[in-house]
Nanobody, 125 residues
Framework: QVQLVESGGGLVQAGGSLRLSCAAS????????MGWFRQAPGKEREFIAA????????NYADSVRGRFTISRDNAKTTVYLQMNSLKPEDTAVYYC??????????????????WGQGTQVTVSS
């Protein structure tokens, strides 16, 4: 089992920045591939970013590449999502996710076994 708790969401103006954190517990964190997703009202949950076990490998959705950065601190068992140049269309609930026993950067919801409760990000125009 892996428990995930997100924090750092809030209200920000367009062009601003936020950093989301996701604290993990329950398993050896450095063995887990992690990801961030988001879900806007009336839309499906969509992939944002993924990171390998030691942070060297990452992948991003085209919509956020160059603006968002995923990183992790294995000593703190935490994964981060730095979001810059935020746009109103980035408004959504953001979820942290962890893969169970599988390896590799994953882009699909069904490839993740554990989810946090989500944190709201609202970008005003």
């Amino acid at each position: 089992q892996v428990q995930l708790v997100e924090s750092g969401g809030g209200l920000v103006q367009a062009g601003g920045s936020l950093r989301l954190s996701c604290a993990a517990s329950g398993r050896t964190f450095s063995s887990i591939y992690m990801g961030w997703f988001r879900q806007a009202p009336g839309k499906e949950r969509e992939f944002i970013a993924a990171i390998g076990r030691f942070g060297a490998n990452t992948n991003y959705a085209d919509s956020v590449r160059g603006r968002f950065t995923i990183s992790r601190d294995n000593a703190k068992t935490t994964v981060y999502l730095q979001m810059n140049s935020l746009k109103p269309e980035d408004t959504a609930v953001y979820y942290c996710a962890a893969r169970g026993g599988s390896s590799g950067l994953a882009l699909r919801v069904y490839e993740y076994d554990y989810w946090g409760q989500g944190t709201q990000v609202t970008v005003s125009s």
